[in-house]
């Protein structure tokens, strides 16, 4: 098996050495009808080894179906590539002669196999290829076997804008490392429209990619384009369904969107009237419930969804009927949920004319008030956000400061002071990059000056004291740029060995502070990278500060990339424009 230590999300393609036979069967029988009884179902990848020529063109009628047929027999393989040769409905369809124990696929990229007989081909390496959750069918009759891959316990989801609903910038994903390759690539590699905003608030759950976007088909010839709202396989890219997004569209400074949240079987999101409970498998809609005003906030916990607007929160159980309570009060914000506690900020102007934020604990099954706590003795600034509710803990920030608050009593704990700050003034606070992780809290106490060769420097401290237990400085360089190490506005996210820094394409080692860059790609403005499902999700974008990510097309085995170097300008050099090919 091929490893790696983790596959930016963007093409799908593998080679492996090995060999064998794919034999080919004429009839599964009782395979074969249980498998086309069900084809309409089947979205994603398919795989089928060699067996029934009618079931490949039953297969083959599903729009939701990539369809590769494997077959050792030339003869079949003429005869079904002449037949699907000119077919413009259905699957996309391919059929390729294969005579060898190895798939040519990805690791995590089939999302269904199905084998009358797959003699040569090993279980391990039909599990290699499936996609966490992904099914195989083997055999036929008594010797008919059902297969699922499991999900990996250290494979971890994004369901709601940062994260989960604690808000923390962290990944509970103990696959992910520095990128070394690409898994899938899919839509324009330039932004179509909305330098900062046309990809927004990219959420994962159960193996699937929900985003609103402006890079999609319908838009292409359009200046004034519509908003979308895509579902797309998360290990290979297959779009599952695409349908018009009605509800607020964020614009600007490279904000996110965080009325998107993510589940299994539902995907719930705000529309331009209320709530909407969206199938995740279809895009169909549920249930919607008309709300004024409209939510700017939605977070799911507990079997509960959370409607946050600026007069309060409502909780829905499923499916949206009425909610089962209610929390009113001034300027509500910054919903976030640990354990069976809600946490929110409620904001206002004192009689003074001061900024006053009280800081509310409620009961996530009841909504009962448990506590209230007026933070105006230590946070006196206008804008404050709650940056994690994590292990008993909230953080709030503000500029140039974090203040810690105890969950079960809403108790001060400590403030800290930091000069740094976030890559852009107008960009939310929370960018800075404070978060928790390994047991401490992470305060960045300075940003690495504007050079190749600057660094940063994460204070460690003790979650009750904010004493310092640890320091960790970053080390070596950034990459060659036409803006060296700065932030700009994209998320800053902890892993469990690395902090991610998607505008520089680097990865930073917890242990060591040692800088690992990959110029590949980079970041998009406001949603950065997304981590997940063992992979590290990116979008286009069109900034100019950070010019080297790829452009590029597949043609005759290998994978031509275009690409121009912004630092040559910055240098005061000529701009050159590079064609690489690469071999994958």
Known sequence: MKTRECWLVFLMTATFAASGVVSAGESEGPLAEAVASQTELLAGVCVQIGGSEE????????PKLVLHRLDDNPGVVDRLQRRF?????????LVEHWAQSYLPHADNSVNRIIAADPKGVSRDEIIRVLVPGGT??????EQQTQMEKPWPEAMGQWTHQWSA???????EDRMIGVPQGLQWLAGPMFAMAGR?????SLVSAAGRNFYVTQNVLENVGRSDMDQYLVAREAFNGIIQWVRRWDGPFVRGDGETNPRLVGSADTLYAVGREGLLAVNAHDGETRKSVDLAPVPDKLVFSGGLLLAQSPDGVLAFDEPLEAPRWEFRDRTVHGTVVSGERILLLVSGRSKSGEFRHELVCLDLPTGETLWRTDTSPHVTSQEVRINFAQQELVALVARGSLHVFAVDTG???????????AGKRYVDERYVGHFYRHGLVWLLAENSPRTRDGQKVWLGLDPKTGKQQQVLQTRGQWPRSAA????????????DRYIMVPRQSTFIDFQTGE?????FTRGGCGLGFVPANGLVYSQPHACGCFSEAMRGAWHDDLLWVVYFSAHEVWQGEKQSIYLARVRV
């Open 85 to 93: 040769r000119n077919s413009r409905q259905g699957a996309t369809v």
């Open 515 to 519: 800088k690992h860059s990959f110029k």
């Open 165 to 171: 609903a604690d808000g923390a910038l962290a990944s």
């Open 136 to 141: 195989a069918a083997l055999g036929t009759g």
């Open 55 to 62: 079931l490949t063109a039953r297969l083959a009628a599903n």
């Open 484 to 495: 060296p190490a700065k932030m700009g506005c994209s998320l800053l996210i902890a892993l």
């Open 196 to 200: 900062k905003s046309s990809t927004q």
């Open 411 to 421: 108790k001060h704990l400590w403030s800290a002071s930091t000069d740094a700050r």
